[in-house]
T-cell receptor, first 111, second 111 residues
């Protein structure tokens, strides 16, 4: 089976930095995605990693280590609007294959 | 402008009733997907279609049916055989194995 683990909940302070970890054990790997999902809304795409290393996009960065089956999403200069769930998802193969999702990490940003 | 639309936003199902959730995209994407989201769970794949007139079952296809007669449309029917249909249903699409983009979702409730 496919296994993707991430913490259930995290709390961080406005203006701080938070790191959300994701570990995976899957039958295949063709990239890892991070999505943001506000309550009651659809997930929106944040980042994609297929090679090892860090991808930076504004206040958000994502890291991947394929040998360790590990990724993290780093959020800097936290804002209240960053309070949301963050979903880690793995693509198992090339082409238009479905994603396998973790259960999501609910992040609360407090003043 | 381009995007994915789902309707209705809320849907109520009576006992023994079949209901159909609509998903339309004008992004010219080849592949479309249906996921189900329950509280505290990740997104789980119901069905997906990589091309018109073809679709594959996902992990939780029992009690659901789909059709893909047009590239733009991928409706999902929740049949009476689905005993626990209350959930948030998300449709997504992608092209060439790239990022999946999600529609706004339909929340299905049982009366």
């Amino acid at each position: 089976g496919q296994n993707i683990d991430q913490p259930t909940e995290m709390t961080a302070t406005e203006g701080a930095i938070v790191q959300i970890n994701c570990t995976y054990q899957t039958s295949g790997f063709n990239g890892l995605f991070w999505y943001q999902q506000h309550a009651g809304e659809a997930p929106t795409f944040l980042s994609y990693n297929v090679l090892d290393g860090l991808e930076e996009k504004g206040r958000f960065s994502s890291f991947l280590s394929r040998s360790k089956g590990y990724s993290y999403l780093l959020l800097k200069e936290l804002q209240m609007k960053d309070s949301a769930s963050y979903l880690c998802a793995v693509s198992l193969g090339s082409g238009n294959t479905p994603l396998v999702f973790g259960k999501g990490t609910r992040l609360s940003v407090i003043a | 402008d381009g995007g994915i639309t789902q309707s209705p936003k809320y849907l109520f199902r009576k006992e023994g009733q079949n209901v159909t959730l609509s998903c339309e995209q004008n992004l010219n994407h080849d592949a479309m997907y249906w996921y189900r989201q329950d509280p505290g769970q990740g997104l789980r794949l119901i069905y997906y279609s990589q091309i018109v007139n073809d679709f594959q079952k996902g992990d939780i296809a029992e009690g659901y049916s789909v059709s893909r007669e047009k590239k733009e449309s991928f409706p999902l029917t929740v049949t009476s055989a689905q005993k626990n249909p209350t959930a948030f249903y998300l449709c997504a699409s992608s092209i060439n194995g790239e990022t999946q983009y999600f529609g706004p979702g339909t929340r299905l409730l049982v009366l």
